[in-house]
């Protein structure tokens, strides 16, 4: 479990801006030397700017959902600092959509930045980790919509709750498959102040498709309604904190911070222990993972 993050090499995908830029922060404050990739060239060489007054610094611009740029950010990173311990497999966007309406271009465009690029991260950086065996974490932005369906949320829920599942998948094959030295935590924030309601800015193919979007009133409802919440949402430090706390413990979850009793319920009923014997439900796990982990020795 790390708990030292001083000299440590942290990754963050989508770190120039919101909660990556955040946590990227979080990383230098606790002496870490990092590497941010962002999509966006203006807004990562800002970010680069102001976060190297606290330490070292790089910048990759690159896009997740392409492998090879994910696999170019790993290289990078072995490159300039000579490992890597820390991934935040950070990056995602959200449209809201019908599920019939949503053109297959933004499916794909979602599917690819908040998905596959999950898959990309866990498959160019944890064969690194583990060749390293030193202390190594992987760590997902999830979503509080990795466990909710809400309306209009089609494309990000489902995306969300794939990657939830892939790291708990993740966390289970590491165990099972005998490998120590890495960890894995999934964050599934409710709503955190941030630019999240802006994503066009990033893929300039959907922008002619905001307007018939917000044509429709269920649509522009759920995003004025968005906007406001993540306007007024949890302040990023507060996230950050939990999130290191998180990867000293060892904890496979950081859940959403609801406020209300019946949301808070749900968070622990349905996220916590899916994977880990915690829970009620999948209570064939336990002697599963023991038996397994037998037969890895
Ligand atoms: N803000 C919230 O309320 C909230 C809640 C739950 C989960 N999340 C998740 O948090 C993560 C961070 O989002 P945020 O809220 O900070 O939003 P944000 O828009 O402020 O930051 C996302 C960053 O990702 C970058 N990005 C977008 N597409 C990319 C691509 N293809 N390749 C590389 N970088 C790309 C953007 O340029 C931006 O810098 C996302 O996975 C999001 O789904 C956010």
Sequence with gaps: ???????????????????????????????????ISDIREDTLAEAVATLSAKGEVLGVKGDVAKYEDVEALAQAA???FGKVNVLFNN???????????????????????NQRSVIHGIKAFVPRMIAQGDECHVVTVSSGAGITVNPGFCSYSMTKHAV???NEALWLDLQ?????????????PGVVQSKIMFPEKTSGALEGEVAQRLSNPVLAAVEASMRDAVDNGLPRAELVRMVYDAIGNG????????TDEGSQAIAQGIALGRATAQ???PNLIAPLLESMKEAAQ
């Excluded at 809201?96 to 053109?103: I, K, M, Q």
């Excluded at 904890?251 to 609801?258: E, K, Q, R």
């Design 1 to 35: 479990m790390m708990k030292d993050f001083s000299g440590k090499v942290v990754v963050v995908t989508g770190g120039a801006s919101g909660i990556g830029y955040a946590l990227a922060e979080g990383a230098l404050d606790r002496g870490a030397k990092v590497v």
């Design 78 to 80: 072995v490159d300039r």
């Design 91 to 113: 990056a995602g966007v959200f449209a809201a959509g019908v599920t019939w309406e949503v053109s297959l271009e933004q499916y794909d465009w979602v599917i690819g930045v």
């Design 164 to 166: 939830l599942a892939l």
């Design 176 to 188: 099972t498959q005998g490998v120590p030295n890495v960890g894995v935590t999934v964050v599934m």
């Design 251 to 258: 904890d496979l979850y950081v859940l959403p911070n609801f």
């Design 279 to 281: 829970n009620w439900y």
